[in-house]
């Protein structure tokens, strides 16, 4: 598909921001000091403290409490790999029903061009005022901001997505964009925003806080003049979208304005409602531990002259920004993704310094391997290589992304393009070196094992390493106790039961 053109005097609108972080701007390069300034954070880890309960018990007792929960995973995997593979199909049957139920399919090759296009149609509407519900395409490039700058006032409706709106803040998790915030401060922040009501008012508790929001938004949804909502998914056999939410946010937002606007990604694509049903099943289970989510609204095209209610306008803007360029390659399966945040959620280092760390859109493991296929390794290095590769990320995902080993592509492509530290490159170039030539290897092995071990003789540990700080300066390194692996493999032989030295090595 060709991209949507620019309208007149867009062309150079380069201010458009992500949060608070201007749009052109990228903090990943910084995830090293912005990790050390979360772990320093104690509000942060006291936030970060409630992912367990909050999102990994409950997927955990969800996910037992459905037999077939693997054969969906299955199911979902293979459906994405199909849409996937005719992937230009399924955007033109798509295109072709949303224009035979009354809609219209902007394509965009890029953020800017996604940007004009929504800045026409509200336009075009004399928006005012944009109500918008959670979408990670809409922080992607940047709409509010350019909304703002364009005199529409963007106002997020998603409470999590509110509240950081407020905050001035990007979100820190796809489908929990506050979950670093805490009770207190969200009071400050609705004290800060709402000058209009009673000061002493108690805000101590989540129905008071809540109550609050419901009460700020309901004007704004009943005055926007546009809705922008996202889409988890786009069906190409009806041209409907469809979004699941807890808080029915996304259905005033896209049946209250006159002019509907869904904005997705070309990967959203599945060929059949039926598909639609399946990846349902495995995405709340996943993501909130839901069988499923409160809402799950499907909406198709512009209001009909029956219709109670409903837009008069129906636009879906569809983004590639990059994505066509991961089709064919070792980052397709990427495109699976169906944005449950399973990974994040059990992901050791996500847990550890929270979404902002890691600079831009997407945070955690799916971050790690979307991150720098959307902006360049140059750009988000650090980020496939913040993993401990414990594959708890892909153990998860019901969708079966890889993400490991795609976190691996990308860090050797880091290291074929000399962008890794060169003592780091040299490091991986010396350990190739002696895995090249066993003998040396073994020998190697044996004698820095033996040093190791006579350095921590006393405790059993070493506190302090050459060569090692990034690992001694914050914990201590375990000495060896004995052999080598493959030394021990030797003198025990295959069966483990010692052969007197015959055994060969592994």
């Known amino acids: 598909p060709s991209p949507c053109p620019l309208p007149q005097g867009e062309g150079d609108s380069h201010f458009a921001t992500w949060g608070h972080i201007p749009m052109l701007t990228v903090a990943s390069p910084r995830f090293k000091e912005n990790a050390r300034a979360a772990l320093a954070d104690p509000a942060l880890q006291k936030a970060m403290g ?14 037992a409490r459905l037999p077939e929960f693997e054969a969906l995973r299955d199911a979902a995997r293979d459906i994405k790999d199909h849409t996937l593979a005719n992937l230009d199909v399924y955007l033109e049957r798509f295109e072709q029903k949303v224009i035979e139920n009354g809609g219209q399919v902007h394509w965009c090759d890029d953020a800017e061009a996604a940007r004009a296009a929504i800045l026409g149609i509200c336009r075009k509407a004399g928006a005012k005022t944009v109500t918008k519900g959670k979408t990670m395409i809409g922080e992607e490039i940047g709409i509010n901001d350019h909304l703002a700058a364009n005199g529409i006032e963007p106002v997020e409706t998603d409470l999590g997505e509110y509240i950081i709106q407020l905050r001035g803040e990007p979100p820190s998790h796809i489908i929990a964009p506050a979950i670093h915030v805490n009770m207190e ?63 029915g946010n996304g259905d005033l937002t896209q049946t209250l304005p006159r002019v509907h606007v869904v904005l997705a990604s070309i990967e959203k694509m599945v060929p059949t409602l039926e598909d639609a049903s399946v990846l349902i099943r495995v995405l709340a289970r996943s993501a909130t531990g839901q069988e499923m989510s409160v809402y799950t609204t499907f909406s ?9 209610d409903g837009p008069r306008e129906f636009h879906v803007v569809i983004l590639d920004n990059g994505r066509s360029a991961m089709l064919g390659t070792e980052f397709q399966d990427m495109l699976r ?55 708890r990320c892909e153990a998860v995902c019901p969708v079966r992304i890889p993400l ?26 010396l350990w190739a070196f002696l895995a090249r030539r066993p003998t040396l290897y073994r ?23 050459p060569l090692a700080g990034g690992w001694t300066l914050v914990r201590d390194l375990p000495a060896p106790e004995g052999r080598t692996f493959q030394a021990e493999w030797r003198r025990r032989g295959p069966t483990g039961r010692g052969t007197g030295g015959r055994g060969k090595a592994a």
């Open 185 to 247: 401060q969200v009071a400050d922040a609705f004290r800060a925003a709402h000058a209009d009501l009673d000061p002493a008012r108690a805000l101590n508790e989540p129905p008071t806080l809540l109550a609050e929001a419901r009460t700020k938004l309901r004007s704004r949804f009943l005055a926007a003049d546009v809705g922008i909502t996202g889409a988890n998914f786009m069906i190409a056999e009806t041209g409907s979208t469809a979004i699941v939410t807890n808080e």
């Open 50 to 63: 409630h992912v367990k309960t909050g999102f990994i018990d409950r997927r955990a007792k969800a996910a």
């Open 404 to 429: 490991p080993k795609m976190m691996r592509h990308w860090r050797e492509r880091e290291f074929e393009r000399h962008q890794s530290p060169a003592r780091a490159r040299a490091a991986l170039r």
């Open 443 to 465: 020998l190697a092995t044996r004698a820095a094992a033996g040093v190791l071990g006579l350095l921590g003789r006393r405790t059993g540990r070493i506190a302090s390493l």
């Open 337 to 391: 993704c169906i944005r449950c945040g399973a990974c994040m959620n059990h992901c050791p280092v996500y847990q550890a310094v929270g979404g902002h760390a890691y600079g831009w859109v997407y945070p955690g493991p799916m971050g790690a391997v979307l991150t720098p296929s959307l902006i360049g390794i140059d750009q988000a290095g650090h980020l496939p290589n913040a993993s401990t590769f414990c594959g």
């Open 300 to 308: 198709t095209g512009p209001r009909r002259a029956a219709d109670p």
